[in-house]
């Protein structure tokens, strides 16, 4: 295999270990191995927000072959709360999870629960949405209810703006969560089982990226998040934003790009050297009657799905496209249509196949990448998402896979 050389760094709680490298792009497949298990990427992290994932059992979820999800501090803090947390001995337990588990510190709620919240040095201030008492998220204690959830992965609490902001606030909030760091670091009773990940701010700025890239880099954390994004940017804006960065950022840690969970923009970023994504897509858009598949999103709650008796995507190995004799459910299109969006069976039976897809198109691009045929599988995604219409694909993509050296423009393999 072409490529560079394999990098590897080892924390008392983490070791990561880069195994391939794509020789056109800054693709690489990499090893994780955290308390609970090795967690192989690139990869895409289901949210499981309140330590549920919607419409799916952990066992479940196991079955998919997920090895990480999500759990959200700030939610977990207000209910069951950390003396429940310590009592059961943590989310693990909790949630009956036997695999890692990576928390949100809580920072987003910033902007969205803004109207609710006030942002000082000390932390954040903030009305419970429960009961409408007065809160404060510190630094300290968004570790502290981290170090009670047990979480294999902590995130720092960072000052979080909308990312169309732009002034000397996107200076401010990029400063301010450098300090807040250096606070969480210095509050974390668990770096021997629990990595804490500093994350990257300064919205559209890639100067004040830059001086953030810079100064996280010198705390040394296990791996580091680019945060701030994913909130209504444009494409391209994104795309030089993550390329930027991940020129940066330690090539021998982990780089987790947050809030991130399309399709297209997975494989965009796994080509500009990202490695692990979260989002609440898959399983929100199953709520509405929509499946991910590799020609696009079908809406199954359309007619045209009324009388269709395949599976939701042919040649797809999640529980509910495989046939019976394949061991799955066999479940069709014209059933879904008829319970889409309608009853809860209808997002369970979605919910199983979105994260599958999630999850497996990560592998397939991991497995690509072992193989060195990274650019090649990009142009097929493409290829296939598109119908073959080289004329509908977003410049977006076109420009920032040619910034890595990907042409999805060129010919695939078989194209006449």
């Not at 001995?89 to 588990?101: D, F, M, V």
């Not at 009670?148 to 720092?156: E, P, R």
């Not at 990940?197 to 890639?206: N, P, T, V």
Request: glycine share 8%; proline share 5%; aromatic share 6%.
């Amino acid at each position: 295999m072409k490529g560079a050389l394999p990098q590897v760094s080892k924390t008392a709680a983490m070791t990561f270990e880069v195994i391939a490298q794509c020789s056109t792009s800054k693709a690489r497949a990499s090893n994780m191995t955290m308390p609970h298990g090795l967690v192989e990427t690139p990869m895409f992290m289901p949210v499981a927000t309140q330590a549920s994932l919607k419409g799916l059992t952990p066992e479940q979820l196991d079955d998919l072959g997920c090895k990480i999800c999500l759990n959200n501090t700030y939610h977990l803090g207000l209910k069951p709360g950390q003396e429940v947390l310590d009592v059961i001995g943590g989310a693990h337990k909790l949630q009956s999870w036997p695999h890692n588990i990576l928390t949100d510190s809580g920072g987003f709620q910033m902007v969205s629960l803004l109207k609710l919240a006030t942002i000082t040095e000390e932390g954040v201030r903030f009305l419970s949405p429960h009961d409408g008492t007065p809160m404060l998220l510190t630094p300290e204690h968004s570790i502290e209810l981290q170090n009670s959830i047990g979480s294999d992965i902590i995130m720092q609490l960072d000052d979080v703006v909308a990312t169309l902001t732009k002034g000397p606030r996107v200076e401010e909030a990029m400063y301010r969560s450098i300090r807040w760091l250096d606070r969480c670091i210095k509050a974390n009773k668990n770096p021997d089982r629990q990595n804490l990940f500093a994350i990257i701010q300064g919205c559209l700025d890639l100067e004040l990226r830059t001086i953030c890239c810079e100064e996280m880099n010198k705390r040394d954390t296990p791996g580091i998040a680019i945060g701030g994004l994913s909130g209504g940017e444009d494409k391209d804006q994104y795309c030089k934003v993550v390329n930027h960065c991940t020129d940066l950022l330690p090539k021998n840690k982990p780089i987790y790009c947050m809030g991130v969970g399309y399709a297209e923009d997975m494989i965009v970023s796994v080509a500009m050297g990202v490695d692990l994504f979260d989002c609440v897509y898959p399983t929100r858009t199953a709520r509405f009657g929509n499946a991910i598949t590799s020609e696009g999103v079908l809406n199954l709650r359309n007619k045209c799905f009324e009388t269709d008796f395949g599976p939701v995507e042919n040649g797809c190995e999640c529980p509910i496209c495989r046939s019976a004799e394949q061991g799955g459910m066999g479940v069709t299109r014209a059933f879904l249509h008829l319970i889409a969006a309608k009853e809860t069976t209808g997002a369970h039976l979605l919910t199983l196949h979105n994260v599958y897809y999630q999850l497996n198109l990560m592998r397939s691009a991991r497995q690509a990448i072992i193989e060195d045929k990274f650019p090649e599988f990009v142009k097929k995604f493409f290829y296939k998402l598109y119908a073959g219409e080289k004329s509908k694909y977003p410049k977006w993509a076109v420009e920032a896979l040619q910034a890595v050296n990907i042409d999805i423009l060129a010919k695939i393999n078989g194209e006449k």
